[in-house]
């Protein structure tokens, strides 16, 4: 299978993840690296851009899921941006629409932060 | 065959032998009647003792009587043989002086011990001749063979050719000279002789299977037969010139080729004495490493292992104690010794380490001649029973070291240079079977680890149904196939009443023993809930509740609850982030895509208020299809998925065939599109069909 990649932007107080490829079982942990990271910096104002992800399993969902709450109660969160149709199937039959805030594009994503 | 070459050898050896003794015996007859005159008798006789000599000499080149005998013993049986031969040679000298020969009534009446002496002195020297051969045969090179041929046939025409000797006995020089002398042509070959057998003495390459003493001793032996054979020179022609000059100068010329090679071999023992004793070091080091992986092998239990190397280390290097530390995460900690106490050795742990250190960093094997003045433990505590010298050398598997081993004497300078190199290829040797012993441990933890998985896998393929419900108005087919040996798919009916029937499927995030654990909590919840629930939505909802509790907060399942009622004749369908049902009439088929959030995700208030219920009212040749998401993403060797589109097509166009042959036709068709492509998840899935009150007429 393609490989995976996980890239970091910062804007501002905001932090851009793009991730890009395959995240599965294998490769969710280094998704789950680059988020500790910027839990560590105290980075909590996070964009995941997946424009460029191709599939994403259980495991990778479950990375987002283990970080969410700890994330909200510090008064941050996660917001998705620019995902494929394919990947948006994924994420909306298992309801994330309801817990995360999905956006067309990753400009929306952090103006909603510079909103609220 | 190969029994049958040594008999046939045997047997040749034995006719030739008696063809041998036979002529002898006739040789002596006609000696004995017709006394030493007579031109015709002597011809004779001679002929006789030529056809003797050549059964004699063939045997000898044919035969390798003392083939199994070992070279010590050969040695002695040699050294007997010449000893014997010298004895003969002297009696026959010393009963027969020359003037016997000017005597004729006294030399016909010894004749027949004089055959008799003569023919056992040349019997003597053919066994010695055979003897000779299995010693320069010891790893014969090429041209081995040929040469002792060709010796071989240098003795035998030397001898014959003194039957052309013209001239009378008193001629003859009785001294050294003897050894070449005749004619031009017998000189000549006589010379040709003495050069092959000097060929044949570079051939003594058992002289390297002697030990030290066994080396000094032969150097003895072999100074002694040598004289004894030099003294027997002036002797051998004298009265057995007159009984045969064949037989004679048979007798000389083999003792020539005794002396030769004699000379040669002590030459060469000589030559290898000052490197004796090393040689038997280095014969010893390596029969000791032969040993030691012999032993060490065959060890597969680490406590055990440890055991056997340092006795092994004890015996080989002959020392007083010894211990190994072996090596975890860079900590050094004792695994066994002997011949020292461990108190001793944690008194001395300060010392230990640094010297440790040394040897990490210097990878080679350190010897210490004299512990109490060497710099690691000059200044360290001196416990009682302390000191000596000590090898020290790392065990070490590739790049990597495993721990160290020591070695040590209670006396100072008890080790010699040449220990280190031993010592090193022990060390080695240990590795390697600590190696071999882990390898072991590793593939049997593999085995049990495998049995457990496979355990694992037949206790959750029990979880899933065991048996289709039996219901008047539904066909019920499911199936699961999965990838790793513990899946996280799963589905279950419930049967409640005759009217009602509970199909859920579901799908644990992850794989392995956690999702198998939530997999059976989960039919426990569903098979005990199920009856007191109406709505799918209720029991989801309390599912939900019931895992994000407990839940790891990475993991979350999703599921399709399918409610048939009946009675109501009607299906309530909820679905917690699950792949959709499908509901197929005809050829039509509708993906029901309420919204609901997957298992454990969300809290009870989030969760409920999204998931939504629907009912669908049932009508005869409904069917109902429910799946997992690896059915979908199934990929074939270009890297497509198989994918929605593609399943929405198979089922409208599967017909009206009966829902165990769909659900075959399914897998057929999904295996065709993956073709050599490994499956990468598990693939669940339920066919449901409603076939109304047509069973009821039936």
Same mark, same amino acid.
């Given at each position: 299978?393609?490989?995976?990649?996980?890239?970091?932007?910062?804007?501002?107080?905001?932090?851009?993840?793009?991730?890009?490829?395959?995240?599965?079982?294998?490769?969710?942990?280094?998704?789950?690296?680059?988020?500790?990271?910027?839990?560590?910096?105290?980075?909590?104002?996070?964009?995941?851009?997946?424009?460029?992800?191709?599939?994403?399993?259980?495991?990778?969902?479950? =990375? /987002?899921?283990? &970080?969410?709450?700890?994330?909200?109660?510090?008064?941050? $969160? !996660?917001?998705?941006? #620019?995902?494929?149709?394919? =990947? /948006?199937?994924? &994420?909306?039959?298992?309801?994330?629409?309801?817990?995360? $805030? !999905?956006?067309?594009? #990753?400009?929306?994503?952090?103006?909603?932060?510079?909103?609220? | 065959?190969?029994?049958?070459?040594?008999?046939?050898?045997?047997?040749?050896?034995?006719?030739?032998?008696?063809?041998?003794?036979?002529?002898?015996?006739?040789?002596?007859?006609?000696?004995?009647?017709?006394?030493?005159?007579?031109?015709?008798?002597?011809?004779?006789?001679?002929?006789?003792?030529?056809?003797?000599?050549?059964?004699?000499?063939?045997?000898?080149?044919?035969?390798?009587?003392?083939?199994?005998?070992?070279?010590?013993?050969?040695?002695?049986?040699?050294?007997?043989?010449?000893?014997?031969?010298?004895?003969?040679?002297?009696?026959?000298?010393?009963?027969?002086?020359?003037?016997?020969?000017?005597?004729?009534?006294?030399?016909?009446?010894?004749?027949?011990?004089?055959?008799?002496?003569?023919?056992?002195?040349?019997?003597?020297?053919?066994?010695?001749?055979?003897?000779?051969?299995?010693?320069?045969?010891?790893?014969?090179?090429?041209?081995?063979?040929?040469?002792?041929?060709?010796?071989?046939?240098?003795?035998?025409?030397?001898?014959?050719?003194?039957?052309?000797?013209?001239?009378?006995?008193?001629?003859?020089?009785?001294?050294?000279?003897?050894?070449?002398?005749?004619?031009?042509?017998?000189?000549?070959?006589?010379?040709?002789?003495?050069?092959?057998?000097?060929?044949?003495?570079?051939?003594?390459?058992?002289?390297?299977?002697?030990?030290?003493?066994?080396?000094?001793?032969?150097?003895?032996?072999?100074?002694?037969?040598?004289?004894?054979?030099?003294?027997?020179?002036?002797?051998?022609?004298?009265?057995?010139?007159?009984?045969?000059?064949?037989?004679?100068?048979?007798?000389?010329?083999?003792?020539?080729?005794?002396?030769?090679?004699?000379?040669?071999?002590?030459?060469?023992?000589?030559?290898?004495?000052?490197?004796?004793?090393?040689?038997?070091?280095?014969?010893?080091?390596?029969?000791?490493?032969?040993?030691?992986?012999?032993?060490?092998?065959?060890?597969?239990?680490?406590?055990?292992?440890?055991?056997?190397?340092?006795?092994?280390?004890?015996?080989?290097?002959?020392?007083?104690?010894?211990?190994?530390?072996?090596?975890?995460?860079?900590?050094?900690?004792?695994?066994?010794?002997?011949?020292?106490?461990?108190?001793?050795?944690?008194?001395?742990?300060?010392?230990?380490?640094?010297?440790?250190?040394?040897?990490?960093?210097?990878?080679?094997?350190?010897?210490?001649?004299?512990?109490?003045?060497?710099?690691?433990?000059?200044?360290?505590?001196?416990?009682?029973?302390?000191?000596?010298?000590?090898?020290?050398?790392?065990?070490?598997?590739?790049?990597?070291?495993?721990?160290?081993?020591?070695?040590?004497?209670?006396?100072?300078?008890?080790?010699?240079?040449?220990?280190?190199?031993?010592?090193?290829?022990?060390?080695?040797?240990?590795?390697?079977?600590?190696?071999?012993?882990?390898?072991?441990?590793?593939?049997?933890?593999?085995?049990?680890?495998?049995?457990?998985?496979?355990?694992?896998?037949?206790?959750?393929?029990?979880?899933?149904?065991?048996?289709?419900?039996?219901?008047?108005?539904?066909?019920?087919?499911?199936?699961?196939?999965?990838?790793?040996?513990?899946?996280?798919?799963?589905?279950?009916?419930?049967?409640?009443?005759?009217?009602?029937?509970?199909?859920?499927?579901?799908?644990?995030?992850?794989?392995?023993?956690?999702?198998?654990?939530?997999?059976?909590?989960?039919?426990?919840?569903?098979?005990?809930?199920?009856?007191?629930?109406?709505?799918?939505?209720?029991?989801?909802?309390?599912?939900?509740?019931?895992?994000?509790?407990?839940?790891?907060?990475?993991?979350?399942?999703?599921?399709?609850?399918?409610?048939?009622?009946?009675?109501?004749?009607?299906?309530?369908?909820?679905?917690?982030?699950?792949?959709?049902?499908?509901?197929?009439?005809?050829?039509?088929?509708?993906?029901?895509?309420?919204?609901?959030?997957?298992?454990?995700?969300?809290?009870?208030?989030?969760?409920?208020?999204?998931?939504?219920?629907?009912?669908?009212?049932?009508?005869?040749?409904?069917?109902?299809?429910?799946?997992?998401?690896?059915?979908?993403?199934?990929?074939?060797?270009?890297?497509?998925?198989?994918?929605?589109?593609?399943?929405?097509?198979?089922?409208?166009?599967?017909?009206?065939?009966?829902?165990?042959?769909?659900?075959?036709?399914?897998?057929?068709?999904?295996?065709?599109?993956?073709?050599?492509?490994?499956?990468?998840?598990?693939?669940?899935?339920?066919?449901?069909?409603?076939?109304?009150?047509?069973?009821?007429?039936?």
């Amino acid at each position: 299978m393609s490989g995976f990649e996980v890239k970091r932007k910062d804007v501002e107080t905001i932090s851009v993840i793009y991730l890009k490829g395959y995240l599965d079982a294998h490769t969710a942990p280094d998704f789950e690296k680059s988020l500790q990271t910027l839990v560590d910096e105290d980075r909590i104002r996070i964009v995941v851009n997946l424009a460029e992800l191709n599939y994403i399993s259980s495991a990778g969902l479950g =990375v /987002f899921m283990g &970080f969410i709450e700890d994330i909200r109660n510090k008064g941050g $969160d !996660i917001k998705l941006a #620019e995902l494929t149709e394919k =990947v /948006f199937r994924v &994420f909306d039959l298992l309801g994330f629409p309801v817990l995360y $805030d !999905i956006l067309e594009n #990753e400009q929306d994503a952090i103006a909603k932060y510079e909103e609220g | 065959m190969k029994i049958g070459q040594t008999s046939m050898r045997t047997w040749s050896g034995m006719i030739l032998t008696i063809v041998f003794l036979v002529a002898a015996a006739l040789h002596v007859t006609i000696f004995s009647l017709s006394g030493a005159s007579g031109w015709i008798s002597k011809s004779v006789q001679e002929i006789l003792a030529f056809c003797a000599l050549l059964a004699g000499i063939i045997w000898v080149n044919r035969q390798f009587c003392f083939e199994n005998m070992g070279l010590v013993q050969k040695l002695r049986l040699l050294s007997g043989l010449v000893l014997f031969f010298w004895g003969i040679i002297k009696l026959v000298s010393g009963a027969y002086p020359l003037e016997i020969y000017y005597d004729t009534a006294a030399f016909g009446r010894s004749i027949i011990w004089l055959a008799l002496q003569i023919s056992l002195a040349v019997i003597v020297c053919l066994l010695l001749l055979c003897i000779l051969k299995t010693l320069v045969f010891v790893q014969p090179g090429r041209g081995t063979s040929r040469s002792f041929m060709l010796m071989m046939i240098m003795v035998f025409t030397a001898s014959v050719s003194s039957f052309f000797y013209t001239g009378s006995v008193e001629d003859l020089d009785f001294g050294q000279a003897f050894f070449f002398s005749g004619n031009p042509f017998q000189i000549t070959i006589q010379i040709v002789l003495a050069f092959s057998a000097l060929i044949i003495g570079f051939r003594c390459k058992w002289i390297h299977y002697l030990n030290k003493t066994q080396k000094l001793s032969t150097t003895g032996l072999g100074i002694g037969l040598m004289v004894l054979l030099f003294s027997l020179i002036p002797y051998v022609p004298g009265v057995a010139m007159h009984y045969s000059y064949i037989l004679c100068y048979f007798i000389k010329n083999a003792l020539l080729v005794f002396i030769i090679y004699g000379n040669m071999a002590l030459l060469g023992l000589l030559l290898q004495l000052p490197s004796a004793g090393l040689m038997d070091r280095r014969t010893n080091d390596i029969r000791s490493l032969q040993q030691i992986s012999a032993i060490i092998g065959t060890v597969y239990d680490r406590g055990d292992l440890i055991k056997k190397a340092l006795e092994q280390a004890l015996e080989i290097l002959q020392a007083d104690f010894t211990w190994i530390d072996l090596k975890e995460e860079d900590h050094y900690s004792l695994a066994a010794c002997s011949g020292i106490e461990t108190v001793l050795l944690k008194r001395l742990e300060t010392q230990l380490k640094l010297l440790r250190g040394v040897i990490e960093d210097k990878d080679e094997v350190m010897l210490i001649h004299d512990i109490h003045r060497d710099r690691f433990f000059r200044h360290g505590p001196r416990p009682y029973l302390w000191g000596g010298s000590l090898l020290v050398a790392p065990i070490r598997f590739k790049h990597e070291i495993r721990g160290m081993m020591f070695a040590g004497k209670r006396e100072p300078f008890g080790f010699v240079e040449e220990s280190r190199g031993l010592f090193r290829a022990f060390c080695n040797q240990v590795a390697i079977a600590f190696e071999n012993a882990r390898l072991v441990e590793i593939s049997i933890e593999r085995e049990v680890y495998k049995e457990e998985l496979r355990v694992a896998h037949q206790a959750q393929m029990r979880l899933l149904p065991q048996r289709t419900p039996e219901l008047p108005e539904l066909e019920v087919s499911g199936f699961c196939l999965t990838a790793n040996d513990i899946g996280g798919d799963f589905y279950d009916y419930v049967e409640i009443g005759k009217h009602r029937l509970d199909v859920v499927i579901g799908d644990v995030s992850g794989k392995g023993a956690a999702a198998a654990f939530y997999m059976a909590e989960l039919k426990g919840i569903i098979q005990s809930l199920a009856a007191h629930f109406k709505s799918p939505r209720a029991m989801l909802i309390q599912i939900n509740d019931f895992l994000k509790n407990h839940m790891e907060r990475n993991m979350f399942v999703t599921m399709l609850y399918l409610m048939f009622d009946l009675t109501r004749q009607q299906v309530l369908v909820a679905r917690a982030g699950h792949e959709p049902a499908g509901h197929i009439q005809g050829n039509e088929v509708r993906w029901i895509e309420k919204n609901g959030i997957g298992l454990g995700l969300a809290d009870h208030e989030l969760f409920s208020s999204s998931l939504e219920e629907e009912k669908i009212p049932l009508v005869p040749g409904d069917r109902f299809f429910l799946y997992t998401d690896g059915l979908i993403e199934i990929r074939n060797p270009e890297g497509d998925e198989f994918g929605t589109g593609r399943l929405t097509e198979m089922l409208q166009h599967a017909g009206a065939q009966p829902v165990q042959a769909m659900n075959k036709m399914i897998r057929d068709d999904i295996g065709q599109f993956a073709a050599e492509a490994t499956q990468q998840d598990d693939m669940t899935a339920v066919m449901i069909e409603y076939t109304g009150n047509k069973h009821h007429s039936k």
